[in-house]
């Protein structure tokens, strides 16, 4: 029987799933339901009409992994590959990284003679760290934190300075609280196999499946891509996706749409929305958000709504400018903070190096983002909802003039707090989705989960979640 599906949630997940499920002739309809105006959810891009380009949200994204192999070949299905903006390992702003430790910017070691030499702000050699890792006794526990997991395998300098500032640059997350497992899986998985993060780095983990290489694929493989953005923003991901499904006669896109409850009747469930009431027998719902997903869901399913609540976000403060000229003192990617430097801010982005394609054309300049808060974002700032863009502003040249010596005037600036954008992956967060997926499937409810609260936060993962819940219900597509 031909199954119809409706996907609550119009994010990069959302799409995602509803291109999958459009694929198979086992779906007779997908209904897209988001809340905005919309779609794309937090992948947003200002376009100006000088050839500008600002992201707001992701900016760009890595091809590694079987994750990253997949969202390639589906940027060829797209018809992407000429938006393509490349980032190879050789560019400066793959080797050069920078953290900000005692009022100082230092370069993140790369390279051979950077990992055998001391360079502030460690101690000692990072190699000796990794090779002294392959003595430390395999763990026992289920999960562990982040930062617990990285002072027991390679001492607690490289946790509290370098992990604790990762995690706040990919997850504005504290590395004492986030989980390793559910976080940063190869190194789990790769203690778990080899009993070593180095020997499950060069012996192997786990087995991959086969992905397959497309002429795209193949490229940025054979000219070793670190990571890529679009010509036209992040945001023209989804405004593709979205194009390709308002072209399919099986598909329907609903904006404006937000889910008040969704019904367990005898006739099926129903979906009621503020512009549309779905009441399909033999319907299949894929729920692509995560709190608001708890409050619509009927009262037989209070259990799941309690662990979708359960699962926290993080707040970001989110600053755009642009400057006339070159005003970095130093090129490359850009720098993260440590917590114990300043807990709120997290890090600032040096757009214009990795991709200066999208610099407006004409005179130089230079784009930068400044990204705050994070987990820690109430107790710097307060309430979001309170927090001015003048506020978030005036931060953001503060740290500009006190990391990078910046004190020009910008020509251009936009801020805003993303509330709730990131999903926080605490400790035991795979049990809870253990949990939560057996009660979907003990109580055989028409439900799958996707999107970024569950199995990794990046456009990759995201996407990834999509193609997997489609293929949960319909086997491969």
């Given amino acids: 029987m031909q199954k119809t599906v409706a996907v609550l949630g119009g994010g990069i997940g959302g799409l995602s799933t509803c291109y999958h499920l459009s694929k198979s002739i086992q779906v007779s309809k997908v209904v897209l339901l988001e809340a905005s105006g919309r779609c794309g959810g937090w992948v947003s891009t200002t376009r100006r009409e000088d050839g500008a380009v600002f992201e707001h949200g992701p900016r760009g994204v890595r091809p590694a992994g079987t994750t990253?192999?997949?969202?390639?070949?589906?940027?060829?299905?797209?018809?992407?590959?000429?938006?393509?903006?490349?980032?190879?390992?050789?560019?400066?702003?793959?080797?050069?990284?920078f953290l900000y430790v005692k009022g100082q910017l230092h370069k993140m070691?790369?390279?051979?003679?950077g990992v055998v030499r001391t360079i502030p702000p460690f101690s000692s050699p990072i190699m000796l760290s990794v090779l002294?890792?392959?003595?430390?006794?395999?763990?026992?526990?289920?999960?562990?934190?982040?930062h617990a997991f990285?002072?027991?395998?390679?001492?607690?300098?490289?946790?509290?300075?370098?992990?604790?500032?990762?995690?706040?640059?990919v997850f504005a997350g504290d590395s004492r609280k986030l989980s390793v497992r559910s976080c940063f899986p190869p190194l789990y998985s790769a203690e778990k196999a080899r009993g070593s993060i180095l020997l499950g780095m060069l012996m192997g983990y786990e087995k991959r499946p086969p992905v397959v290489r497309s002429a795209l694929l193949q490229r940025a493989q054979k000219e070793r891509w670190a990571q890529w953005s679009l010509r036209r923003g992040m945001q023209a991901l989804p405004e593709a996706l979205e194009e390709t499904l308002r072209g399919h006669e099986r598909v329907e896109v609903h904006y404006n749409a937000p889910v008040r409850r969704l019904d367990n009747t005898a006739a099926g469930w129903e979906d009621h929305s503020a512009l549309y009431?779905?009441?399909?027998?033999?319907?299949?719902?894929?729920?692509?958000?995560?709190?608001?997903l708890a409050a619509v869901l009927p009262p037989a399913a209070q259990p799941l709504s309690q662990q979708?609540?359960?699962?926290?976000?993080?707040?970001v403060g989110m600053v755009n400018l642009e400057f006339s000229g070159s005003v970095l003192p130093v090129t490359g990617f850009g720098h993260l903070v440590p917590s114990s430097e300043d807990r709120g801010l997290l890090g600032v982005v040096y757009d214009s190096v990795p991709f200066p394609e999208h610099n407006r054309a004409g005179e130089p300049t230079t784009r930068l983002t400044i990204m705050m808060g994070g987990s820690w974002f109430e107790e710097v700032f307060g309430q979001p909802d309170h927090v001015t863009e003048q506020e978030l502003l005036d931060r953001a040249a503060?740290?500009?003039?006190?990391?990078?010596?910046?004190?020009?005037?910008?020509?251009?600036?936009k801020a805003a707090v993303l509330k709730n954008c990131i999903p926080q992956y605490h400790l035991g967060h795979w049990k809870r989705l253990e949990t939560m997926r057996q009660y979907i499937s003990d109580a055989s409810l028409p439900l799958s989960l996707a999107g970024a609260s569950y199995d990794g936060v990046s456009i990759s993962d995201v996407i990834s979640s999509g193609r997997q819940a489609a293929e949960r219900l319909l086997g491969k597509v």
């Avoid at 002294?132 to 982040?146: I, W």
């Avoid at 979708?308 to 707040?315: E, V, Y």
């Fill in 68 to 97: 990253g192999k997949y969202i390639l070949n589906m940027l060829t299905e797209l018809g992407l590959e000429s938006e393509i903006l490349p980032v190879p390992h050789h560019h400066v702003a793959s080797k050069n990284r």
């Fill in 109 to 113: 070691p790369s390279g051979l003679g």
């Fill in 132 to 146: 002294k890792e392959v003595l430390v006794s395999k763990g026992t526990q289920e999960d562990e934190s982040v």
């Fill in 150 to 169: 990285v002072s027991r395998r390679l001492g607690s300098e490289l946790a509290d300075i370098a992990i604790d500032a990762l995690c706040r640059g």
């Fill in 277 to 292: 009431k779905m009441k399909i027998r033999n319907s299949v719902f894929f729920l692509c958000i995560c709190a608001a």
């Fill in 308 to 315: 979708l609540r359960g699962i926290p976000t993080a707040t």
């Fill in 398 to 413: 503060e740290a500009l003039k006190t990391h990078l010596g910046i004190t020009d005037a910008p020509l251009w600036s």
